[in-house]
């Protein structure tokens, strides 16, 4: 197959699933790593797609990066859905890890409305915030530097800090779900945390709204594993439901 016919189908597997995985193409192709990547840059220079880490993906799937304040106001009811998916995974007494972001401070408000013992801990200034007033919550606040576009602590200090704790429940919150790429997001310095977050639970919840599911975002998270709970809302569709399943995550929705 010459390269540009072999581009050509890069693009229409685009087209049709989305992603597509640099380990894959390889094989599909029986070329060079260093091919596909050159292949890869070549699309994106054109603009038929991102290349983003162990592949690339459909810009028209592509989650962009906006201000946190931004994004609480957007698709909030949804959220808001979201955050009663994971109502209905949590219990009082619970121990539980929460994320950074807008849809963690709906989980957060939803926390304060709905429980009366509870221990969180989180990274996110805001949550705390949120969550002071709960005189039976335990709260412990992750330190370190101080990221004031996401409201939250990164850095040596926080991961160190985290990985001394356990939890039975971890709730993230990322900018994208897709079955083929994972969970990703677009603020790489939080990251490391989320990926602790993974580490030190028990039962992971994967909380994000319907219109998250089957996108990507600029930085890879981890895999999905069946393992997983999600919460969404009732804006999931049939065929989003079945792919889901079928890969053994099971599904709350909330509503």
């Known amino acids: 197959m010459l390269a540009d016919e072999r581009r050509a189908d890069i693009v229409r597997q685009l087209e049709q699933q989305q992603t597509v995985i640099t380990s894959k193409l390889i094989k599909q192709y029986h070329v060079s790593t260093e091919t596909i990547r050159r292949d890869l840059e070549q699309l994106e220079s054109l603009g038929l797609l991102k290349r983003v880490h162990g592949g690339a993906v459909s810009l028209h799937k592509m989650k962009q990066f906006v201000d946190l304040d931004v994004r609480?106001?957007?698709?909030?009811?949804?959220?808001?859905?979201?955050a009663k998916a994971v109502f209905h995974l949590l219990k009082e007494d619970d121990c539980i890890a929460l994320d950074t972001g807008s849809t963690a401070k709906e989980i957060a408000l939803m926390l304060r409305e709905s429980f009366q013992r509870m221990t969180v801990i989180t990274a996110s200034s805001e949550i705390f915030s949120i969550l002071?007033?709960?005189?039976?919550?335990?709260?412990?606040?992750?330190?370190?530097?101080y990221l004031k576009s996401e409201k939250a602590f990164y850095g040596y200090q926080s991961e160190k800090m985290l990985r001394e704790l356990h939890v039975c429940k971890s709730i993230l919150c990322p900018t994208a779900f897709s079955l083929h790429y994972g969970l990703s997001d677009n603020v790489p310095l939080l990251i490391p945390l989320q990926r602790i977050l993974l580490e030190i639970s028990d039962e992971i919840i994967i909380a994000t709204d319907s219109s998250k599911l089957d996108t990507v975002a600029a930085y890879h998270i981890c895999e999905i594993k069946p393992t997983f709970m999600l919460a969404t809302d009732k804006s999931i569709s049939a065929i989003q439901k079945k792919n889901i399943?079928?890969?053994g995550i099971s599904i709350t929705i909330g509503g």
Not at 72 to 82: A, G, L, V
């Open 132 to 145: 002071e007033s709960k005189d039976m919550f335990h709260l412990i606040q992750i330190g370190g530097e």
């Open 72 to 82: 609480f106001k957007q698709n909030r009811e949804k959220k808001q859905e979201t």
């Open 245 to 247: 399943e079928e890969k």
